[in-house]
């Protein structure tokens, strides 16, 4: 069984910066890409970003390009979202994904679908 845990949100204003954090642990092994995806009140889940484990690629939607950064330590089987330049449209439950090793394009690591395993959430609100 595979278990995925987010966490480090909280309340920041806007300008500031949080780090959330998801720790993969169980039968994680041929684990293929985490992801991040959002939702907001009264909206649908979105894509935030993604990263493949074993090469390390990046995908970034364009709402936080050159604001957010994915990472990951593979040892501790955890990605980290770092954001900066935060604001109220960031507002958002931040949800961590996790998906097996095998795929064809990139593309589908946009897509929730592609995901089977996903943590509870962490809420972020940004005030200003």
């Known amino acids: 069984q595979v278990q995925v845990v987010d966490s480090g949100g909280g309340l920041v204003q806007t300008g500031g910066s949080l780090r959330l954090s998801c720790a993969a642990s169980g039968r994680t092994f041929g684990a293929g890409a985490m992801g991040w995806f959002r939702q907001a009140p009264g909206k649908e889940r979105e894509f935030v970003a993604c990263i493949t484990w074993s090469a390390g690629r990046t995908y970034y939607a364009d709402s936080v390009k050159g604001r957010f950064t994915i990472s990951r330590e593979n040892a501790r089987n955890t990605v980290y979202l770092q954001m900066n330049s935060l604001n109220a449209e960031d507002t958002a439950v931040y949800y961590c994904?996790?998906?097996?090793?095998?795929?064809?394009?990139?593309?589908?690591?946009?897509?929730?679908?592609?995901?089977?395993?996903w943590g509870q959430g962490t809420q972020v609100t940004v005030s200003s």
């Open positions: 994904a996790l998906r097996g090793g095998i795929w064809g394009s990139d593309a589908i690591l946009f897509l929730q679908k592609s995901y089977g395993y």
